[in-house]
């Protein structure tokens, strides 16, 4: 995506990410903004090239070639600090876009216009032509007039094939939990990820599994909730380690019955390489142009460790937006309110650093989160199943549960913008928790 710096106004980044959408371009590329008056143009004029004249929009490519913005492909043009390639620079005169916006509209449109001209001269096109002109006129007016749409996805797959980390690298936030143990995440957690004119709304769901508690039931009531028509489209995640099990052939089956258009991401391509994940896409063609018109409309492989086809899996799913305007504020990331992704913070540490000593059960509630405090106080509950685990939780002289307060807090501030946090946790045994409705109520679920 693009990455603005300088006099950026609030529309810019939406037609910036427009731009990147609809030109199907990958990475992350950075271009700085300067709005400048007549003179300040006629100086910037008269320097860079030599016209002692005043004009709308300058550009200041830097780039020879358009390709995937990353620093392997322009190694000299990567900019450290803001991780990534720097396309130019753009100079737009507010000045003559207030005398232009006369005839062609209100001033903030023609800036706007201006914006997205001097960023389709950044990326190649050019005017000099008749036949030039009609086809960078076309992609102005396209970008210009994009209205807003949005597109709600049910994330489904088997437990730990990496449907969280997958929702997490488009989203660009932590919204979901990500652990080595199975069936990490329990709740319909919705992550939302918007870029320009386009919304994704994710619905992350558990691994399927068979329910045996009711923290199973609701986990596993989530996933039909997710997949009886609240989606606009299905994305089923497979593990490429384990290949393509029986139970994954008859998850898509049964997908392809559904009316929604079906994604497959062959994830952990890092773990397998080109030849480890082939005779997992080979297997996968026969779903792809099946003749009863049931077919699997693309199959990506993925891996979020690396970032490989992320941003087209993420492009894959902007072109199913359809109209109707967002379903959440731009700025959102998640629906889930700020105690239930502090609980789910400390989770994420605990199943972490005590890997195969506890089994599943561990939840955490949010007592108190008091930010008129500096720093800010969060007192939570670790809640066990047995008096043995608490021990394990707590470990040697409180070692574990400080390491993962620890842990967790970096997290959370980091999730509250920075701000200092003082976090205690308190371990408390609740025999038999996950098939107690009050206790699974107060942690959230």
Same mark, same amino acid.
């Given at each position: 995506?693009?990455?603005?710096?300088?006099?950026?106004?609030?529309?810019?980044?939406?037609?910036?990410?427009?731009?990147?959408?609809?030109?199907?371009? =990958?990475?992350?590329?950075?271009?700085?903004?300067?709005?400048?008056?007549?003179?300040?143009?006629?100086?910037?004029?008269?320097?860079?090239?030599?016209?002692?004249?005043?004009?709308?929009?300058?550009?200041?490519?830097?780039?020879?070639?358009?390709?995937?913005?990353?620093?392997?492909?322009?190694?000299?043009?990567?900019?450290?600090?803001?991780?990534?390639?720097?396309?130019?620079?753009?100079?737009?005169?507010?000045?003559?876009?207030?005398?232009?916006?006369?005839?062609?509209?209100?001033?903030?449109?023609?800036?706007?216009?201006?914006?997205?001209?001097?960023?389709?001269?950044?990326?190649?096109?050019?005017?000099?032509?008749?036949?030039?002109?009609?086809?960078?006129?076309?992609?102005?007016?396209?970008?210009?007039?994009?209205?807003?749409?949005?597109?709600?996805?049910?994330?489904?797959?088997?437990?730990?094939?990496?449907?969280?980390?997958?929702?997490?690298?488009?989203?660009?936030?932590?919204?979901?939990?990500?652990?080595?143990?199975?069936?990490?995440?329990?709740?319909?957690?919705?992550?939302?990820?918007?870029?320009?004119?386009?919304?994704?709304?994710?619905?992350?769901?558990?691994?399927?599994?068979?329910?045996?508690?009711?923290?199973?039931?609701?986990?596993?009531?989530?996933?039909?909730?997710?997949?009886?028509?609240?989606?606009?489209?299905?994305?089923?995640?497979?593990?490429?380690?384990?290949?393509?099990?029986?139970?994954?052939?008859?998850?898509?089956?049964?997908?392809?019955? =559904?009316?929604?258009?079906?994604?497959?991401?062959?994830?952990?391509?890092?773990?397998?390489?080109?030849?480890?994940?082939?005779?997992?896409?080979?297997?996968?063609?026969?779903?792809?142009?099946?003749?009863?018109?049931?077919?699997?409309?693309?199959?990506?492989?993925?891996? =979020?460790?690396?970032?490989?086809?992320?941003? @087209?899996?993420?492009?894959?799913?902007?072109?199913?937006?359809?109209?109707?305007?967002?379903?959440?504020?731009?700025?959102?990331?998640?629906?889930?309110?700020?105690?239930?992704?502090?609980?789910?913070?400390?989770?994420?540490?605990? @199943?972490?650093?005590?890997?195969?000593?506890?089994?599943?059960?561990?939840?955490?509630?949010?007592?108190?989160?008091?930010?008129?405090?500096?720093?800010?106080?969060?007192? =939570?509950?670790?809640?066990?199943?047995?008096?043995?685990?608490?021990?394990?939780?707590?470990?040697?002289?409180?070692?574990?549960?400080?390491?993962?307060?620890?842990?967790?807090?970096?997290?959370?501030?980091?999730?509250?913008?920075?701000?200092?946090?003082?976090?205690?946790?308190?371990?408390?045994?609740?025999?038999?928790?996950?098939?107690?409705?009050?206790?699974?109520?107060?942690?959230?679920?």
């Amino acid at each position: 995506m693009f990455k603005l710096t300088g006099d950026v106004k609030p529309e810019f980044n939406r037609l910036a990410d427009i731009i990147f959408y609809k030109l199907k371009l =990958c990475g992350n590329a950075t271009v700085d903004i300067a709005i400048v008056d007549d003179e300040q143009m006629r100086v910037l004029n008269r320097d860079t090239r030599g016209k002692d004249y005043t004009t709308d929009v300058l550009s200041y490519p830097a780039l020879d070639k358009i390709t995937e913005f990353t620093q392997k492909n322009y190694p000299n043009d990567y900019d450290e600090d803001r991780r990534a390639v720097v396309l130019g620079d753009i100079a737009i005169n507010e000045n003559a876009a207030a005398r232009q916006a006369k005839e062609y509209g209100t001033g903030e449109r023609e800036i706007n216009y201006l914006f997205v001209h001097g960023m389709l001269h950044i990326l190649g096109y050019d005017h000099m032509t008749d036949e030039d002109k009609k086809k960078m006129r076309a992609v102005e007016e396209s970008v210009l007039a994009e209205q807003d749409k949005s597109v709600v996805v049910a994330v489904i797959g088997r437990p730990n094939a990496g449907k969280s980390s997958i929702v997490n690298a488009i989203v660009g936030e932590k919204v979901s939990i990500v652990s080595p143990k199975p069936q990490t995440t329990r709740d319909r957690i919705t992550g939302i990820c918007t870029e320009g004119s386009r919304q994704i709304v994710f619905l992350d769901t558990p691994g399927m599994f068979k329910p045996r508690t009711k923290l199973d039931e609701h986990m596993d009531k989530s996933i039909r909730s997710s997949l009886g028509g609240d989606a606009d489209v299905v994305l089923v995640v497979l593990d490429s380690t384990k290949g393509i099990t029986d139970a994954d052939e008859r998850l898509i089956e049964e997908r392809l019955k =559904c009316r929604a258009p079906l994604y497959v991401a062959v994830n952990k391509t890092d773990l397998k390489g080109y030849e480890g994940v082939y005779p997992v896409l080979e297997k996968l063609n026969r779903y792809m142009s099946r003749k009863d018109g049931r077919s699997v409309k693309d199959v990506i492989p993925t891996s =979020c460790k690396t970032g490989q086809n992320i941003d @087209l899996l993420k492009n894959a799913l902007f072109d199913e937006c359809k109209d109707g305007g967002f379903l959440f504020p731009k700025d959102e990331f998640t629906d889930r309110p700020i105690k239930f992704l502090i609980g789910e913070a400390v989770r994420e540490k605990a @199943l972490l650093f005590l890997q195969d000593e506890i089994p599943h059960g561990v939840g955490v509630s949010v007592r108190k989160v008091d930010e008129t405090t500096d720093p800010i106080h969060i007192s =939570c509950d670790v809640i066990v199943d047995k008096q043995s685990h608490k021990q394990i939780v707590i470990g040697d002289g409180g070692e574990m549960i400080k390491r993962i307060g620890k842990s967790a807090r970096r997290d959370i501030e980091q999730l509250l913008g920075g701000s200092q946090v003082f976090l205690e946790l308190f371990v408390k045994v609740r025999q038999g928790w996950r098939d107690r409705t009050d206790i699974l109520k107060d942690i959230g679920y």
